[in-house]
């Protein structure tokens, strides 16, 4: 089975740009989820998708941050303007079960850098 | 607040010697506990999960209620468990998502 895809792996844009990370689950994964890492802290979620729907957005940074998943299938995530904050690994993971006790599948990440 | 604290950001070791990841977390009710592992140029994946009870490459990890700890144990450390080990607690009140620690990085030498 094809894992999780996340695409771009690496991204340099400019300050004020605007950029867009993908993620494509696990077919048949309902739950998407995204999550963060700043250089030298945790990893911290941004948000969840059940489908289509946003299960859960609390973890969204601020309104520059804007996530879909149209069709219940891949996800973007479009940063718009990037900061120099917003520097870090992306990571998408999906599971099957909407409580994650059996843990994610993570994809291998987007590594954004905004000089 | 929930949260996860993993003290050591880095760990050193020497190959053969017993390993022990600290991991101690804050949660009043009942948590899920996993450890994730990311080895160099992979994707971070799971390596345990306290509910199965399970030992993964020679890793066992108890969860210590009294103490709320769920530290990562291996008896003989390899090199190849030179990793970044990331502690976990995911719950199923408040929502699904799961919470990180720092991380530990791991670095078992010859």
């Known amino acids: 089975e094809a894992g999780v895809t996340q695409f771009p792996s690496h991204s340099v844009i400019e300050k004020g740009q605007t950029v867009t990370l993908r993620c494509d689950p696990i077919?048949?994964?309902?739950?998407l989820y995204w999550y963060r890492r700043v250089m030298g802290k945790e990893i911290k979620f941004l948000l969840h998708?059940?489908?289509?729907?946003?299960?859960?957005e609390s973890g969204m940074p601020n309104n520059r941050f804007l996530a879909e998943r149209t069709g219940g299938t891949y996800s973007t995530l479009k940063v718009q303007p990037a900061e120099l904050e917003d520097s870090g690994v992306y990571f998408c993971a999906s599971s099957q079960a909407q409580f994650p006790n059996y843990g994610y599948t993570f994809g291998s990440g987007t590594r954004l850098t905004v000089v | 607040a929930q949260r996860v604290t993993q003290p050591e950001k880095l760990l050193s070791v020497f190959k053969g010697a017993p390993v022990e990841l600290k991991c101690n977390y804050s949660y009043s009710g009942s948590p899920e506990l996993f450890w994730y592992v990311q080895y160099s140029r992979q994707r971070l994946q799971l390596l345990l999960r306290?509910?199965s009870r399970e030992s993964i490459k020679g890793f066992t990890a108890d969860l210590n209620k009294g103490e709320t700890s769920f530290h990562l144990k291996k008896p003989f450390a390899q090199e190849e468990d030179s990793a970044m080990y990331y502690c976990?607690?995911?719950?199923?009140?408040?929502?699904?998502?799961?919470?990180f620690g720092a991380g530990t990085r791991l670095f078992v030498k010859a």
């Open positions: 998708f059940v489908k289509e729907s946003k299960q859960d």
């Open positions: 306290h509910i």
């Open positions: 976990a607690l995911s719950h199923d009140t408040g929502g699904f998502k799961t919470i």
């Open positions: 077919s048949g994964h309902d739950n």
